[in-house]
């Protein structure tokens, strides 16, 4: 018999929504205060510099009232746990895309003009309409602030690893970001022989094998959240943080290495 498929992951749209307004509100607050100098650092995204991340902050949040300003899409499309997936098919056009943007505009006031039209088309919309998103496809709009979530606090960390310095990352943003990511490893390497916990935000089974029913669980794999969507994003790698103990990794199963990056 078949395992029964697990229900998805609800989310609490006041909190998503509340969770990108106020990342968003850090990211503008760190980019506001960006030198020429600063703008021309380079970040760990390839030969990207910050002018070309700040570009796809302002990219990324202007996604949603882009795709609202269409008129709603007739079916869905996409899971949200299926977005991960996705990026590495229009990666290309995402670059070539940005490239442009950064180098014909102005990258901070992209990134004011994006908030405002979020500010003005997101607050009215229903979360259960479909928003016609031309990449990856259609989806429902609380999923679809739930990536948002992920874009920004990824990307604040690429920020803060350019700019060399901590930057503030919103408590609900990155709980919804290491559980999509997680959910989405549970999806990728289905199965219940190793228990991944990233505490206090997610907890979840995967890899073939052996189903742990009760007890402590042969094989577990636990990490703080940062190192997770770092790991989860191909930003960190599964052996370097094993060997600098920020992820803890017990049973002969509790490999994740063959299953990481999940964001493609």
Not at 192 to 211: H, K, L, N
Request: aromatic share 4%.
């Amino acid at each position: 018999m078949s395992p029964a498929k697990k229900r998805p992951r609800s989310y609490d749209s006041a909190k998503i929504r509340a969770a990108v307004t106020a990342q968003l509100g850090h990211v503008r607050d760190a980019v506001r205060e960006l030198s020429p100098e600063d703008l021309a650092r380079p970040t760990r995204l390839g030969d990207w510099t910050v002018r070309e991340l700040v570009a796809h902050f302002a990219m990324a949040v202007d996604h949603v009232p882009a795709g609202l300003e269409r008129p709603a899409a007739q079916q869905q499309e996409v899971q949200l746990v299926e977005w991960p997936f996705a990026p590495a098919v229009y990666a290309a056009s995402v670059d070539e895309y940005v490239r442009t943007l950064a180098a014909e505009q102005d990258p901070v006031a992209l990134l004011d003009r994006a908030a405002e039209r979020y500010a003005a088309l997101v607050p009215g919309a229903a979360d259960d309409r479909l928003v016609a998103v031309r990449r990856p496809g259609a989806m429902r709009l609380v999923d679809l602030l739930v990536t948002r979530c992920l874009e920004l606090v990824v990307h604040t960390d690429d920020l803060a690893d350019a700019l060399g310095k901590e930057l503030p990352v919103d408590r609900q943003a990155l709980a919804a970001t290491v559980r999509l990511l997680a959910d989405s490893l549970a999806t990728k390497a289905p199965g219940g022989s190793v228990e991944v916990r990233i505490p206090p935000y997610a907890v979840v089974q995967c890899v073939e094998g052996p189903r742990h029913t009760r007890g402590t669980p042969p094989n577990v794999v636990e990490t703080a959240p940062l190192t997770w969507v770092r790991l989860a994003t191909g930003r960190a790698e599964w052996a370097v943080e094993l060997e600098n103990a920020t992820v803890s990794a017990s049973g002969e199963r509790a490999d994740l290495g063959p299953y990481l990056p999940v964001l493609s």
